[in-house]
């Protein structure tokens, strides 16, 4: 009896040394109800599960080799593949415990390949992914995740470009409570955000709270900055902008003046000065000054040819010159230079496109001049929506893409054409 019930443990412990080999050799995927139980029993600190395991050597492995795969994929410019790979390697990231290195490994491929997009001009793509680290990170501050205002305020940018006005404010105003917590608020890393919001809330016709969030950009440029530095210019820019479109012309003509004059002693015959100039004879427009806004537009358009500047850009000054001699009544002045804004605005963005047509259909709509005003209506409709974000296409690797975020101060809002960028 003694030999049979020893012979019967022999058996067994052989069954299950090979079983054990059998397991540990296998290669086969883990499946995902067991990959759930061993994050569960990781979570819960049950060393005793029998699933502890595949935590321990099966996820770690499949991260290993998805996020190497990503890698790869990155490096030789194929994001579609690169983005599944790294993807699959931040869902298994996250059975891991928050504190564990390869989460924040994996949130930075997830960066890496936001940039890379970006870089590729696949914004729709760069928004998508930068999306998803925004969703995962809503318990982080910048201390737990250094740079996170960073993103977001790159997520709310590209979202503003693509005039999805309300989630971009979402974010930029996350940024904005990041940045609070982490610096106070008066601190100068709050100007840009404040920039953001305020064109924003222009576009949407919030102009008293547009002009709030200008005079705070302002406030803290004057505090932190200083009166003569390039970024108060900016400042007083962007204020004048929403004081402009508030209807506030005087604190617009202020904030325009006060910025060229200190653009002439810092940056003299610049892109800037040459946007001011403009915008200063939109004011003078719209307060019937209409001798002092020929002289400013006309400042305008020689910087712009001092510069070599043409094409939309061009385009937008002779709109407002054409429209200052609209008013004057020097129609015909008037006609040929609109004439002239649509040659200069064929290699324009539809947006900006659409914008001048309109200021031309208006023009003609005035003296009766219906059919050419039908013309330009008909042009209008082909432009359709004013999204100016390509296709998402699989782009080539391009090599200056190490910090496409390295830019002045609110391109996405700024009013001035997208060439000045």
Known sequence: MQQHLKKAMAVAAMALTCSGCTLIGATVPISEEISKRAASAHDSGDSESPFGW???????????????????????????????SLLAAFKISNRFRRSDIRRRVSFGNLERLAVQYQGAHNNSAATRVLRIIANETTAETEFSYPGLSDLLMNLGELLHRAQALEDATVFYQRALDLRIEKSGLNSSTLIEIYQRLSRIEIGTKQFEQAVLHAERSLALSAA??????????????????????????????????????????????????????????????????????????????????????????????????AQILAADGQTDSASRIFDEM???????????????????????????????????????DELGGCADDGPPVEAQRTPDTADVSAKTPDQASAPWPSEFE
């Open 54 to 84: 595949e935590l321990e050597t099966a996820l770690p492995q499949q991260w290993s080799r998805l996020t190497k795969e990503g890698r790869g994929h990155l490096l030789l410019g194929r994001y579609t593949a690169a983005e599944q």
């Open 224 to 321: 932190t900055l200083g009166r003569n530095s390039p970024e108060m210019v900016t400042s007083r820019l962007h204020a004048a902008s929403a004081f402009f479109e508030a209807g506030l012309y005087p604190a617009a003509e202020e904030q325009y003046l006060s910025g060229i004059k200190t653009l002439q002693e810092i940056d003299p015959s610049s892109v800037v000065e040459a946007i001011a100039f403009n915008e200063i004879a939109r004011v003078f427009l719209e307060t019937n000054r209409l001798d002092e806004a020929l002289t400013r537009v006309e400042r305008a358009l020689g910087l712009l040819e001092q510069l070599q500047i043409s094409g939309t850009s061009r385009a937008m000054f002779l709109d407002t010159k």
């Open 342 to 380: 649509m040659t200069e605005s064929k290699t324009g963005k539809p947006a900006e496109r659409r914008s001048l047509f309109e200021s031309f259909e208006s023009f003609l709509k005035a003296p009766n001049r219906i059919t050419e005003a039908q013309e330009i209506r008909r042009q209008i």
